[in-house]
């Protein structure tokens, strides 16, 4: 079944248990999907849509900084539990030390020996990780090892 299948069924199946925030959170990954369909006048495949997906859990983690910064705890935990029902539709995601180790992998295949390569090893080291590993993370690690 396709992502946009699952995501419609899954909005069904929260409906039907009165689960809010599940339908809440697909009904807004869909309409982003919408959005990006009607903008680009293409219809997105599953890998386009782990795109929005990831584009939203970033804005999520993005609006918990700031509301720990209004001391708005009820909005931070409400957008953790958002931000785990978006993970459910992502691969599974790598562990620290898998990152760590794409990152050498592709550092020694793009032979990069300073800071100045990190565009290349970024531009290699991304399409690899998409929608398995947050990308600040891998660019971390990047910097550790050529900084």
Avoid: W
Avoid at 41 to 51: A, F, H, M, S, V
Avoid at 117 to 130: E, N, Q, Y
């Amino acid at each position: 079944m396709s992502l946009k299948g699952k995501l419609l069924e899954d909005l069904k199946q929260s409906m039907k248990q009165k689960d809010t925030l599940r339908k809440n959170v697909i009904t807004m990954v869909r309409a982003g999907i919408k959005q990006k369909e009607v903008d680009e006048r293409i219809e997105l495949n599953d890998e386009q849509i782990l795109d929005v997906i990831s584009k939203q859990i970033k804005q999520k983690k993005d609006a918990i900084e700031s509301f720990k910064q209004g001391s708005r705890d009820d909005l931070v935990q409400n957008t953790y539990n958002e931000i785990d029902i978006l993970m459910q539709y992502l691969p599974e995601q790598l562990s620290n030390e898998e990152v760590e180790a794409i990152v050498k992998e592709v550092i020694n295949e793009v032979n990069a020996t300073s800071m100045k390569d990190m565009g290349k090893v970024m531009g290699k080291l991304v399409p690899r990780i998409k929608g398995k590993a947050d990308a600040s993370i891998a660019s971390s690690y990047v910097k550790k090892i050529l900084g």
